[in-house]
């Protein structure tokens, strides 16, 4: 079997190498594209590949057209919101991702962040400590949890909302469940955004909730740009000139919210996952999950059952 790496975002070359190698003992094909500007080369590079593993990239229907052999996708980390799952299993093409994989590089990032935008992005301004301040995830999967504690070990207060755990799993990790996203950030001097984007939370965050927040309320989005109505936040920010929104991932309206100065933050490039260990973490298990798949049928992570 063919199994196609295609990466715009390249992973570390030791997680390539370790991926090559799974591959390969296996008795598979290894075949790689990296850095690719147009979906041409994708769609060429996929045309006899058997299996595929991506990051961010997008699987659309077009590309699933083309690969004609393709029986399994793996989307080397959380989020699977770039595979058209539906176009896929029009195919009875299995789609997995690799939850958890890379959970702690997003976790610290979304620390980093949050310590930046407090620090006024590292300007000569005087900043505030998180020390005794509040932070309120939303959803509390992988990255949330760790967020979480790492928030706690820094003396933080932490706040979730969290539909699918319960109030005494959150107690054990000393992080109170609130029942509302009202209540979240009405309460939190600090909101970091851990949900998928989903019909449920595209653009659900917008001004209303912002607004709500105490003064000199942040805003961390390591999770997707969908989930932000960018009109209502323009406007929040307008609006209430102490709050702040710093973002993993930088918003279709960046340059109106440029002018908003270190209120705003954005990196260039998705970088959540962007570590030696997560690349090698995720990387490493979706070549394990696929060549399991072929050998067994092990179809724990499929996402498209
Ligand atoms: C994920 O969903 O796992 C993260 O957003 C990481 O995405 P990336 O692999 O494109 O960096």
Redesign the pocket.
């Known amino acids: 079997m063919k199994v196609l790496v295609a990466t715009q975002?390249p992973f570390a070359p030791a997680a390539v190498e370790g991926i090559k190698e799974i591959v390969e003992k296996a008795g598979h094909t290894f075949a790689l594209l990296e850095k690719y500007a147009e979906t041409a080369e994708l769609l060429s590079a996929v045309s006899d590949a058997d299996a595929l593993i991506v990051?961010?990239d997008k699987v659309t229907a077009e590309v699933l057209d083309a690969a004609r052999q393709l029986k399994i996708v793996v989307r080397?980390?959380?989020?699977y919101d770039n595979v058209d799952l539906e176009a896929a299993t029009g195919h009875h093409i299995v789609v997995m991702n690799t939850p958890g994989q890379?959970s702690n590089a997003?976790a610290e990032l979304a620390i980093a962040m949050m310590i930046y935008e407090a620090r006024n992005c590292f300007t000569s301004g005087t900043g505030c400590e998180i020390m005794g301040k509040t932070l309120g995830l939303l959803a509390y999967g992988h990255i949330g949890r760790l967020v979480g504690l790492k928030a706690k070990a820094l003396g933080m207060n932490v706040l979730a909302f969290a539909r699918h755990k319960d109030k005494e799993t959150l107690a054990a990790d000393g992080v109170e469940k609130v029942d509302t996203v009202e209540e979240l950030f009405k309460r939190s001097n600090f909101v970091s955004l851990h949900c998928p984007a989903t019909a449920e939370t595209k653009g659900a965050i917008g001004y209303d909730y912002l607004v709500s927040m105490p003064k000199g309320g942040c805003l961390i989005n390591t999770a997707r740009k969908e989930i932000i109505d960018e009109a209502g936040l323009a406007k929040a920010l307008e609006d209430r000139v102490d709050l702040k929104y710093a973002t993993d991932i930088a918003p279709d309206n960046l340059e109106e919210l440029k002018a908003y100065g270190t209120r705003i933050w954005a990196s260039s490039k998705?970088m959540?996952?962007?570590t030696a260990e997560a690349n090698m973490n995720?990387g490493l298990a979706a070549a394990r999950q696929i060549t399991d798949w072929f050998a067994t049928g092990n179809d724990q992570f499929q996402v498209n059952k």
């Open positions: 975002k990051r961010s080397a980390g959380a989020g890379n997003v998705k959540g996952a962007q995720a």
